[in-house]
T-cell receptor, first 109, second 117 residues
Framework: EDQVTQSPEALRLQEGESSSLNCSYT??????LFWYRQDPGKGPEFLFT???AGEEKEKERLKATLTKKESFLHITAPKPEDSATYLC??????????FGRGTSLIVHP | GAVVSQHPSWVICKSGTSVKIECRSL??????MFWYRQFPKQSLMLMAT?????????EQGVEKDKFLINHASLTLSTLTVTSAHPEDSSFYIC?????????????FGPGTRLTVL
């Protein structure tokens, strides 16, 4: 059974204070690891897909990395508008995505 | 990328009535769509996998007679909550992947907030 554990559950940062979110996973035959951003009352917004260990992707202040056991979402110099819940998901041989519970990020001005 | 829409964005209904939620892929054809349910401050719970032209595959514990899914075309899947009760109140979200991208990335709709009185 595929499993995804995200930590921390909640994170409070000051504007400009860089940090990382963790996503630990177990999956049979990784097809992809996905990061999403979800604002309250909205559907998840796609951020990144990572396919193999060592892969990295960047978008503005966000950078996602992947190892064989975990993924990190690094946030550099965050701004208040980066406040959201960040979801991690994996997809294995079953083609059914498994989501973590998310990390709720609040960035204070 | 890909754009997925949902309608309605919110709905309030009386207990015992049925509610239909539409999920559309706007700029691509989706042979498979997923339906999720999300409770406040919790993650997404997969309800079912909707396959165009065939019966949906439901996750364990999801009543298929209560949550009717129809995927009649490559751009439209519908979820009907039959005889809705207050415990069915939740945030329902659909997703789809774009076969043209050759990836399994799921793109989500904006969600539908269902409140059953």
């Amino acid at each position: 059974e595929d499993q995804v554990t995200q930590s921390p559950e909640a994170l409070r940062l000051q504007e400009g204070e860089s940090s990382s979110l963790n996503c630990s996973y177990t999956v049979s035959g990784l097809r992809g690891l996905f990061w999403y951003r979800q604002d309250p009352g909205k559907g998840p917004e796609f951020l990144f897909t990572l396919y193999s260990a060592g892969e990295e992707k960047e978008k503005e202040r966000l950078k996602a990395t992947l190892t064989k056991k975990e993924s990190f979402l690094h946030i550099t110099a965050p701004k208040p508008e980066d406040s959201a819940t960040y979801l991690c998901a994996v997809q294995g041989g079953s083609y059914i995505p498994t989501f973590g519970r998310g990390t709720s990020l609040i960035v204070h001005p | 990328g890909a754009v997925v829409s949902q309608h309605p964005s919110w709905v309030i209904c009386k207990s015992g009535t049925s509610v239909k939620i539409e999920c559309r892929s706007l700029d691509f054809q989706a042979t498979t769509m997923f339906w999720y349910r999300q409770f406040p401050k919790q993650s997404l719970m997969l309800m079912a996998t909707s396959n165009e032209g065939s019966k949906a595959t439901y996750e364990q514990g999801v009543e298929k007679d209560k949550f009717l899914i129809n995927h009649a075309s490559l751009t439209l899947s519908t979820l009907t909550v039959t005889s809705a009760h207050p415990e069915d109140s939740s945030f329902y979200i659909c997703s789809a992947s774009n076969p043209g991208e050759n990836t399994d990335t799921q793109y989500f709709g904006p969600g539908t907030r269902l409140t059953v009185l």
